[in-house]
């Protein structure tokens, strides 16, 4: 069993929709991260969340620690959103990150 | 803004061979980290490096794999006799303190031929 869940493992959405993607974990944290990569291959850090909301121009992630879940919402969405988002977590007392699937997004103009 | 930086940004090496990759972490970042990602799977935890030596290292950093951060600015992975299974994108990140926000390099694609 995958330490570190995501779903959907694809999606695709027209210009302006509101987007989720969740991440489900099975291990106590410390810190959970999303990451967008870049079709080049590029990773940039979103968020690193270790407990409530946070809020980023039009991308809002949300924690919950009790039930080891956690979402990425999109509101407004662009075509520019397209790309791979990851959630990544730190398990408590460790220096190492687990990584998910990852959430293929597509947004069509 | 500062960043992470890698080079090469792809290495072409046959097997046997030694390859080194090299990152540059942001400078006064103290937590340095090597993933990889095989095509089409998901990025995979290394090791880590905090305080000039290895914090923690996943099963895949076996005896083949090492780290060095040999001038106070380059951080390397060593990989002493690359195998075909060793193709993959690595990327080094950094963070300042331990749970803080990760800051990724643009990633070295290592092709074993």
């Known amino acids: 069993k995958n330490e570190v869940e995501q779903s959907p493992q694809n999606l695709t959405a027209q210009e302006g929709e509101f987007i989720t993607i969740n991440c489900s974990y099975s291990v106590g944290i410390s810190a959970l991260h999303w990451l967008q990569q870049h079709p080049g291959g590029g990773i940039v850090s979103l968020f690193m969340l270790s407990s409530g909301k946070k809020k980023h121009g039009r991308l809002i992630a949300t924690i919950n620690i009790q039930e080891k879940h956690s979402s990425l919402h999109i509101t407004a969405s662009h075509p520019r959103d397209s790309a791979v988002y990851i959630c990544?977590?730190?398990?408590?007392?460790?220096?190492?990150?687990?990584f998910g699937t990852g959430t293929r997004l597509k947004v069509l103009a | 803004e500062p960043e992470v930086t890698q080079t090469p940004s792809h290495q072409v090496t046959q097997m046997g061979q030694e390859v080194i990759l090299r990152c540059v972490p942001i400078s006064n970042h103290l937590y340095f980290y090597w993933y990889r990602q095989i095509l089409g799977q998901k990025v995979e935890f290394l090791v880590s490096f905090y305080n000039n030596e290895i914090s923690e290292k996943s099963e895949i950093f076996d005896d083949q794999f090492s780290v060095e951060r040999p001038d106070g600015s380059n951080f390397t992975l060593k990989i002493r006799s690359t195998k075909l299974e060793d193709s993959a994108m690595y990327f080094c990140a950094s963070i300042l303190f331990g749970a803080g926000e990760q800051f990724f390099g643009p990633g070295t694609r290592l092709t074993v031929l």
């Open positions: 990544a977590v730190a398990p408590s007392g460790t220096y190492k990150y687990i």
